[in-house]
Structures are given as C-alpha cells and as structure tokens.
C-alpha cells in the first residue's frame, strides 16, 4: 500500500481524532489542519495547506451562521486549485436530499453535491447520530452524578447510532481503495435503542443508568457551559425536527455497517 500525506480538518477534534488514529495506524504521515495552519474563509489560504498533500480529509467545524456556507465554498474552490489526487468528505451527520434553509446544513449539503462532481471525491457520513456524543463531558458527568444518560431522541426507537471509529474505517479504506465510493453512509452493526445504550454504559460504569429523552431546548441549557450558547442552540435547532423523524432510507449500496457494538463501544469509554 502506497503511504500518503493526508491533509485533515479538525484532526484534534471529537469526529477528526479517530481518523487520524486510523490514517497513523495505517502508516500514513497526518497534516492536521487548523485555524492556525488555514483560513476556512480564505480559498488561497486552504490551497496553500493542501499542496503537496495526497489526500485531504474535510469535516468543517461547527458553526451555525452564514459563515458555514463560505467555509464550504472556501473549501471547494481550494481543492480545486489545489488539485488534491484523493478526498473524503464527512458531513458529520445524516443529509437531507436538498438545503433546508439552515446554513450549518445547507453547507454540507452543498458541498456533497458539488465536491463529487468538481474533484475525485467520496461523501462518507454517519446514518444517524454519533455514540460518542454521549461521552461528551456534559453527558459522562450526568451518567456519574446522576445515572441518566440524557439526549434529545426517543429511548425506544431503535436508531442507526454508531461509532466514530467504524467512520474512521470506512475513511481509510476509501482513501487507499482502489475504486473508493463516492457515497458512503455508515452505521453501526445493528440499530439500537437508548434503553439498550443506556443498559451497556450501566454495565460499564458500575451502576445504574437509565436512558432519558429531553427537549432540544433543555438540551441546549445542560450543554450552553461547554460549547457555549450560540453552538448550543444550533445543535438543538439540528434536534427538533430530527427527534420525531424517522431516519431516510439508505440508497442501495450505499451503507457501510460497522462492526462496534454498543456494548464495546461503552466499555471503552471514562465512564468513571
């Protein structure tokens, strides 16, 4: 297998993290990207990060204002420029199939719409939610305090969750494959509900813990003092349609599922 320079966005970060220990691991040499090392905003500054990279690896951050749908132009243009042989792009959560108004969706929708067309590119994203959202601090401190794993999606229905570093698999594959897809959507081995989830962090944690389903506005009040306000209402306004929605079918071909249960996934994480 040929080694590469992979370029990554947010490689220090919560989704970045488990792909960079996946690249490593893998023997390729990992150029984190970061506010200090490219301007989002800025096409030629992002080019300028990319050259000589084999591979860029884009997840764009965060950010619930008009600026997200610069960010995700920014980055087209400069991939562009730059001509990068190879990219994935996680999205970082399920796409609806056209911009809904909401700039922090609207960007990713764009972007995988645009990228497989302008450059060899692969969309590689998560069914539906991450599991490593509920090992946030704000969500691993309630499970000590308080034995309640709280999130604002239904405790019975099962859901495609899944982990980050089955995302991070797929990620690598698609990289060195030789025909990487150009759609990938990625999930767990089996769907699973909160009570199970809640049942497997109980068994990891060494107490009781049950599964409690909260309002996207609570949501946002028991998050607000880590990620701050603005970030906080924009991942609830993310949760108020989606927490009775029923998840799109996966197109034909397109589902990656990976091979970490919920009950692994809990025991690996610091719970205590």
């Not at 060195?176 to 109980?202: H, Q, S, W």
């Amino acid at each position: 297998m040929t080694k590469m320079i992979v370029a990554v966005h947010g490689a220090t970060g919560t989704q970045g993290s488990p792909v960079v220990r996946r690249l490593r691991a893998l023997g390729h040499q990992v150029r984190p990207l970061n506010s200090a090392s490219a301007d989002l905003a800025d096409a030629a500054s992002l080019a300028a990060a990319y050259k000589g990279a084999d591979a860029v690896v884009v997840q764009l951050p965060q950010v619930f204002g008009e600026i997200a749908l610069r960010h995700a132009a920014s980055v087209l243009a400069a991939l562009c420029e730059a001509a990068v042989p190879r990219v994935v792009f996680n999205p970082g959560m399920p796409l609806p199939p056209a911009p809904v108004g909401v700039p922090f969706v609207d960007a990713r929708v764009l972007l995988a719409r645009d990228l497989p067309v302008r450059v060899a590119a692969s969309v590689i994203g998560p069914a539906g939610p991450y599991l490593e959202n509920l090992a946030q601090p704000w969500s691993a401190r309630r499970v000590r305090e308080h034995g309640e794993l709280v999130y604002p999606l239904p405790a019975e229905a099962p859901l495609p969750w899944s982990a980050l570093d089955d995302l991070a698999e797929a990620v690598g594959a698609a990289l060195t494959g030789a025909e990487p897809p150009a759609r990938l959507v990625v999930t767990g081995p089996e769907e699973v509900t909160g009570d199970r989830i809640a049942a497997a962090v109980a068994s990891a944690a060494g107490r009781p813990v049950r599964y409690l389903r909260v309002e996207p506005a609570d949501y946002a009040r028991l998050i607000t003092p880590v990620v701050g306000r603005e970030a906080a209402e924009g991942i609830a306004g993310f949760y108020a349609p989606a927490a009775a929605a029923t998840p799109p079918p996966i197109p034909e071909g397109r589902l990656h599922r990976g091979t970490t249960t919920v009950e692994r996934w809990a025991a690996r994480q610091a719970w205590r």
